[in-house]
Nanobody, 123 residues
Framework: QVQLVESGGGLVQAGGSLRLSCAAS????????MGWFRQAPGKEREFVAV????????NYADSVKGQFTISRDNAKNTVYLQMNSLKPEDTAVYYC????????????????WGQGTQVTVSS
């Protein structure tokens, strides 16, 4: 029902910024909460941020509060992750995900996943 494609990753120096995009298919995009996750080499996948279907509510992992911003444009079927003040510890594959239930999204339980985009931060 929903297909997600991430883009915008790349190599950046510490202190720099990147904006990731996640383009979604489907006419019901505006009904889905959207989340961002990341997975570093040898580590478990971790939650980064989530945004409600309307864009009115957001939640962030403590590790990225004040550094990353999640947003969405329902007219473009796209969710974004603005990443500022990047550190080498932010190096990971970043995934977007969709969930129609806000409660399940808050519990990190998502129904659809993209393939990921690599972010590498050098010191």
């Amino acid at each position: 029902q929903v297909q997600l494609v991430e883009s915008g990753g790349g190599l950046v120096q510490a202190g720099g910024s990147l904006r990731l995009s996640c383009a979604a298919s489907g006419r019901a995009f505006s009904s889905y909460a959207m989340g961002w996750f990341r997975q570093a080499p040898g580590k478990e996948r971790e939650f980064v941020a989530v945004i409600s279907s309307s864009g009115g509510v957001t939640n962030y992992a403590d590790s990225v509060k004040g550094q990353f911003t999640i947003s969405r444009d329902n007219a473009k079927n796209t969710v974004y992750l603005q990443m500022n003040s990047l550190k080498p510890e932010d190096t990971a594959v970043y995934y977007c995900a969709a969930q129609a239930s806000w409660l399940r999204a808050l519990r990190y339980d998502y129904s659809y996943w993209g393939q990921g985009t690599q972010v590498t931060v050098s010191s």
